[in-house]
């Protein structure tokens, strides 16, 4: 039994989305000119989680992969709550004052985010006061704290991220009056979930990232070849700076305990996450609201669990480790995704293949002879390579779909190979997460004119 | 290398000028007299306003004024020639599919020939001469049929070998080519010249040419232009010229009532080149490569090549209006399979250095034929438009034809094919037109086949029957958007196989049609006529016979019942339609006309009917399904089912009554079949129209009933020597000059249109006679079958040419249907043609340049149809159409 290639298609494309930004908005001239993003299912439900927003009262665009660990809770929170965090973070004193003026009076709230949203990312109704409340105390002491200073965009990742963290570990230790959001803050709190988040305002790129998704810049070199550049470093056994914090940041007594199997305690891969208060809270702590919360929870083996050897928390924390970038006019693509990619793609042939098909895509735009000298034989050569080029990446419109359908379907070859991808995709549900994980991948592409021009005028 | 290209190409898109270009045109217009801004305030009325100054609004102009129209505005928005003209490829060609075009064409060749003469404005008119080639057999057919009709035109043609071609082209590849045809005439000219040129002609004649004037509207009052409103001010008018290519359309649709140009314009690409290292030369054949979908000309020392994709882009859907065409975008993705077929037809070109590729929009037509004449709704309002990328081929011609129209009433030729009243509301939607344009400019290169249909833009009207019909097999055509079956595929037949019947030769529905033909004559068959476009005429008083007595040349005043069988004719006794009327009532008339005489006859009635409110005229096409019962077991059909007696004699033929059939009342019920077989049409309120179906078919089983369609009596009716308006009547036919003198009452008592002319034509004889032709040698299943337009050979002497032709499966024999004239042997002087001089030749039909022996007769075989006679037969050469 195998899958036709439409149905291949069908499954691929399920959850395929693409965004393309005005070049000129009326305000700026944005330096993105689009984004494409995907994701495929390896658990049921999925884990992972993808944001993409446009900073509406500063500038910039927010996007960021979410990769949750012992369910979705916690992903899906932080999908929804992480950019408003950061938007908060980064606003002006005033516009923070407008804001809850606004509130207070009851008037209508500026807008402080445009989504990009497939559809099939949801936001859960049920928590938004809860949500809306934290995030109005967070900006309220912001306001308090007002140190006049202009917003580092560095400090207010670091900040959002922590801050958004501090509260789903407070929701959690207060609880709720209604059961069902009582459960959900516990939820989110017990299961955990990295981040990374992309920044992009003109040419500065701002990578903050909280585990071992990963942020790749695709570079063109001169000669037309395409080169990988890290943007993130992985937070995990494999990282020895993480394992160095981690052991510093603990008695020497802890030492051999503290990563067992290249895992935290033994139990888990990332080195930070945001929630997973099981790796934060003291064991009281955690016995008070297990004992104390409903009776779902209490009947989870997993969240009664200690772990092992659990003498200092907190051992886990949701602190971004933050890059910047200046964006060159080489800089053509930036790849977020969650593990499940890299686990499966070397970085350099994500490159290539991104790279590949973009350029592709690119060389549909029009071609114009003007002045220049060209024959009607270079004409024929070049509008024949052109086809040939267009009829390969013909079958996706979208980067992070043509890039997962590499990551499953790649052969030894490094070519894809129908059979085995129809293969993969045709596992049952309770077999596929053993062959891989959740994939979730955004492609962002840039403008490499009004990088260039942005770069001159400096 | 490559890699390092493709950036260049890409950083310059940006550059959206083309400065080389920009210059030559300045240069070439520099070269003009006429056309700088007038500075003159317009005048506040003249007779005629003509809007558009590229080569239709100029020649339409330079026409007028030397037919003596003095008083004459042309109004250009922009510049003249400033539009598509500017951007044509100036190729003047006559070989050309349809007989009209040709000569429009033809006339158009020999007006710019002399034009430089004239005007003193350098028109670039070089005499290169053109060559079409052939990759298929198919091809050369086709080729071959043009070059048969070019010939007897007089315009000097050849089909030739592909080592002739090499020598007149030495650049062409000939490797895959089977023949090709030479045109040495054809020729070259700078279209945007002759435009000014014509336009110079114009303004020396006392034409008015005011450029950067824009009408906005078009005033109609009563029916009649009054005016045109531009942002220059109001002229008052008597006529106005709608020339304004692409945005004709808009144009049309401006004034408060809009006047239906059915165009759209699609994106043209051709390649512009430098010069050759050995420049070619200026006097080398253009090439027309229509299986490459290419034309190629030598263009200063290089070529220009462009051609008619597969996948055209139509634009301005929307309407986008704008001044002058800007530069659009160059496509070359878009124009790479062109590229490919031009490399491959000269592959000696690869090294040449390319200067720009030119996008210009053309606009298309839904038939590819273009539009002229006079609108149906507001008199004095003319358009010429929508010319599918020929522009400067017919520009000549055409503006001298409508010139003619508005000058003289009439064209000097038959312009059917192209006037404005064949279309309706119906072609106006600009879904239909996006849709179809798109089917029409890949059709430009096509191989047409005989009895080829448009795929796009169908089902839009559709009879009630047409589920049922579809579902027991029924193939379809389209006819002013109406479905009609062509015939039924019976089941168990191989469906794919019979869509692919394009051929010259035989088709695969030879035998399928044939049993239908078969079960019209020995039993009973059903064919879905409700496309006939039928009014009902009525008046208080005795208007409406009154003013029907003037407009047909049959006499109406008939016992109530009757159906008389008429022409209605213009003033030189030609056929303007080609009817049959009922009378209902004293005072009340049922008339059915040809389906594509919609909105034609209509105008016609209109424009001739006098102002009276009394006289109520009605379009009732929509509220009737026509069902064609035909056969000799149709009586028993409708006797059972009315159970009333439909012999001959209660039921005599053309004979109309309304009676009951099954549940249904108020059937009408003609005893006419439009093949001279024996049965009745049907006209049936159309909520009925299932139900009366259901019960003919149930009712017939046992007579032997089954569907039956257009080919079958298309078939019928040839055998038989019917004449259908439209293909074998046309305006210039009179019933004098095709055997129905017996339609024409001469003496009934009162004046009606066209007497004078017949009564002329009655003392001193006909021009031209219709004839019915067999053919003898022809081989069914080997040869060329004929189609339409074949030239008719006379003792070795070319006399006329078919109108329509079928094979006839009681003859066992191809039957074609044409005009022969009696040309001067020494003068070509047109001459009476006699009975004797029908008889006493030996006729020739050329089909695709073979002839074939043919037997000319003036009268059906009575021999055939003796046995099934009705005594009063009179239907017999009766009206007939398909």
């Keep these: 039994f195998y899958l036709t290639p439409p149905q291949v298609n069908s499954i691929l494309k399920a959850n395929e989305y693409s965004f393309k930004v005005p070049e000129f908005d009326g305000k700026n001239v944005s330096s993105v000119l689009g984004f494409d993003s995907n994701q495929l299912p390896a658990n049921a439900p999925i884990e992972d989680r993808r944001s993409a927003a446009t900073c509406l009262q500063t500038r910039g665009m927010l996007l960021g992969v979410f990769d949750g660990h012992a369910g979705c809770a916690c992903a899906q929170a932080v999908s929804e709550r992480l950019f408003y965090y950061i938007a908060v973070s980064l606003l002006p004193h005033e516009t923070l004052l407008e804001i809850e003026n606004a509130v207070e009076s009851g008037r209508a709230l500026l807008p402080i985010l445009q989504w990009h949203k497939h559809p099939n990312d949801y936001f859960s109704k049920e928590a938004s006061k809860l949500y809306f409340n934290s995030l109005r105390t967070y900006w309220q002491e912001l306001i308090d704290l007002n140190s006049g200073e202009t917003t580092d965009v560095r400090e207010a990742l670091i900040n959002a991220f922590k801050r958004l963290d ?283 004119h009004v990088i260039g021009a942005y770069q001159n005028e400096e | ?154 315009i000097p043609c050849e089909i030739i070998s592909p080592k002739k071609v090499v020598q007149l082209h030495p650049l062409i590849n000939i490797h895959d080519l089977v023949g090709a045809m030479y045109v040495p005439e054809d020729a070259l000219v700078s279209s945007a010249n002759v435009s000014l040129a014509l336009a110079t002609a114009a303004s020396r004649n006392g034409v008015q040419i005011h450029e950067r004037t824009s009408v906005s509207h078009v005033t109609v009052q009563k029916g009649r232009v009054t005016g045109v409103e531009t942002d220059r001010g109001r002229i008052q008018c008597e006529y106005f010229v709608n020339c304004a290519g692409q945005w004709a359309y808009e144009l049309g649709h401006s004034g408060e009532e809009p006047v239906h140009i059915p165009l759209h314009a699609c994106e043209h690409f051709y390649l512009l080149t430098h010069p050759l290292k050995e420049p070619l030369s200026s006097s080398l054949p253009t090439v027309v490569d229509p299986d490459g979908r290419i034309y190629i000309r030598n263009w200063q020392g290089g070529i220009l090549s462009g051609g008619f994709e597969k996948n055209p882009k139509p634009l301005f859907t929307e309407g986008r209006n704008q001044l002058e065409i800007q530069n659009l975008q160059e496509d070359w993705d878009h124009f790479g399979p062109l590229l490919s077929a031009l490399l491959r037809r000269m592959p000696g070109l690869e090294a040449l250095q390319i200067m720009q590729l030119v996008n210009c929009p053309e606009s298309f037509t839904p038939d590819m034929r273009c539009i002229m004449g006079e609108s149906p709704t507001a008199r004095g309002y003319f358009v010429l438009a929508g010319m599918n990328s020929a522009g400067i081929s017919y520009g000549g011609g055409a503006g001298k034809y409508l010139a003619e129209w508005m000058v003289n009433g009439y064209p000097s030729e038959n312009v059917w094919p192209l006037d404005l009243k064949r279309f309706g509301t119906l072609q106006s939607s600009r879904t239909f037109l996006r849709h179809r344009v798109m089917e029409v400019m890949p059709l430009m290169c096509d191989l047409k086949v005989p009895r080829w249909d448009f795929q796009t833009g169908r089902q839009l009207r559709t009879s009630p029957l047409y589920d049922r019909l579809d579902a027991q097999g029924a193939r379809w055509m389209e006819k002013h958007g109406f479905e009609r079956v062509k015939y039924f595929v019976p089941p168990g037949k191989d469906l794919l196989d019979l869509d692919h019947s394009k051929t010259f030769y035989k088709p695969d529905w030879f035998d399928i049609v044939g049993s239908e033909v078969k079960c019209c004559k020995e039993a009973v068959c059903v064919i879905d006529m409700s496309s006939f476009t039928k009014f009902e005429i009525s008046s208080t008083g005795d208007q409406a016979l009154e003013s029907l007595q003037y407009l047909f040349s049959n006499d109406l005043d008939v016992p109530v019942g009757h159906v008389v069988h008429t022409g209605m004719l213009n003033e030189k006794g030609g056929y303007e339609n080609d009817c049959s009327i009922a009378r209902l009532s004293k005072r009340s008339f049922f008339m059915i006309s040809p389906t594509d005489q919609q909105v034609h006859c209509w105008a016609w009635l209109k424009n001739h009917l006098p102002d009276d409110s009394n006289l109520i005229m009605e379009d009732v096409t929509w509220k009737y399904t026509a069902l064609n019962l035909i056969g000799p077991r149709a009586v028993d059909v409708l006797s059972e089912l009315s159970y009333a007696p439909m012999t001959a004699e209660h039921f005599p033929s053309l004979f109309c009554k309304e009676m009951s059939v099954g549940y249904a009342n108020g059937i009408r019920v003609m005893s006419i079949t439009h093949t001279g077989e024996p049965g009745f049409v049907l006209y049936i309120p159309i909520e009925y129209a299932l139900h009366v179906y259901n019960e003919v078919m149930n009712m017939g089983q046992k007579y032997g009933i089954r569907n039956a369609g257009y080919y079958a009596l298309r078939s019928l009716r040839i055998e038989k020597f019917f004449a259908f308006w439209g293909q074998d009547l046309d305006a210039f036919t009179t019933p004098m000059e095709c055997g129905r003198e017996f339609q024409v009452k001469l003496e009934k008592g009162m004046q009606f249109l066209g007497q004078e002319a017949l009564l002329e034509q009655k003392q001193n004889g006909v021009y031209k006679r219709f004839t019915m032709f067999i053919l003898e040698d022809h081989d069914t299943d080997m040869d060329l079958w004929p189609w339409w337009g074949e030239p008719i050979f006379r003792n070795g002497r070319y006399v006329g040419k078919t109108t329509s032709s079928a094979y006839s499966y009681t003859l066992e024999r191809h039957v074609c249907l044409g005009f022969v004239h009696h040309f001067d042997e020494k003068t070509g002087e047109e001459l009476v043609v006699t009975t004797d001089f029908i008889n006493q030749g030996e006729y020739e039909i050329d089909i695709a340049g073979q002839r074939f022996q043919a037997k000319a007769k003036l009268y059906p075989f009575s021999s055939l149809f003796t046995q099934r006679r009705r005594k009063d037969e009179v239907e017999l050469s009766g009206y007939q159409r398909e």
């Excluded at chain 2, 260049?8 to 400065?19: E, F, K, N, T, V």
């Design chain 1, 166 to 448: 501090n509260d789903i570990s407070l929701e959690a230790q207060v609880g709720d009056p209604n059961s069902f959001l009582n459960y959900l803050v516990l939820r989110v709190a017990f299961s955990g979930a990295t981040a990374c988040v992309a920044h992009v305002d003109g040419v500065d790129l701002h990578i903050a990232n909280t585990g071992d998704s990963r942020a790749m810049l695709g570079v063109q070199e001169e000669d037309g070849s395409w080169s990988a550049l890290n943007l993130s470093y992985d937070h995990n056994a494999q990282n020895e700076h993480e394992v160095e914090r981690v052991k510093m940041e603990h008695p020497k007594s802890e030492e051999k305990s503290l990563v067992k199997q290249d895992r935290l305690l033994g139990l888990l891969m990332p080195f930070r996450a945001f929630g997973d208060v099981k790796f934060k809270w003291s064991i009281e702590l955690q016995k008070r609201v297990i004992e104390s919360g409903p009776d779902q929870l209490n009947d989870n083996e997993y969240t009664k669990f200690i772990p092992p050897n659990y003498h200092t928390p907190p051992y886990l924390t949701a602190e971004p480790e933050v890059i910047h970038h200046k964006l060159r006019p080489q800089d053509k693509f930036l790849v977020l995704a969650t593990d499940g990619l890299w686990e499966t793609m070397h970085r350099q042939d994500v490159a290539r293949i991104v790279g590949e098909y973009l350029t592709g895509v690119h060389h549909q735009q029009p071609i114009a002879v003007g002045g220049y000298k060209v024959t009607l034989g270079q004409m024929h050569g070049l509008l024949t390579e052109r086809r040939a080029r267009i009829s390969s990446v013909f079958e996706d419109q979208n980067a992070a779909t043509h890039l997962i359908r590499h990551a499953v379907g790649n052969n030894e070859f490094g070519t894809v190979d129908h059979e085995r991808l129809s293969k993969m995709l045709s596992l049952p549900e309770e077999l596929a997460r053993m062959y891989r994980d959740d994939i979730t991948i955004i492609v962002v592409q840039f403008n490499s």
């Design chain 2, 1 to 154: 290398a490559a890699g390092m290209f493709l950036r260049l190409l890409s950083d310059i898109q940006w550059r959206a000028a083309h400065p080389k270009w920009r210059r030559m045109t300045s240069s070439q217009r520099s070269t003009s007299t006429t056309a700088e801004p007038h500075p003159v305030s317009l005048p506040a009325q003249a007779q005629v306003v003509i809007c558009g100054g590229g080569i239709t609004g100029t020649s339409v102009a330079y026409h007028l004024s030397k037919m003596g129209w003095k008083d004459i505005v042309l109004l250009e928005q922009g510049r003249l020639a400033a539009g598509t003209t500017r951007f044509c490829a100036g190729i003047v060609s006559t070989a050309r599919p349809v007989s009209i075009e040709r000569k429009m064409a033809h006339y158009s060749n020999k007006l710019y020939q002399q034009l430089e003469q004239e005007t003193g404005v350098q028109t670039g008119y070089t005499k290169t001469g053109s060559i079409s080639l052939a990759q298929t057999q198919d091809r050369l057919i086709s080729l071959k049929r043009i070059a048969s009709s070019l010939n007897v035109m007089g």
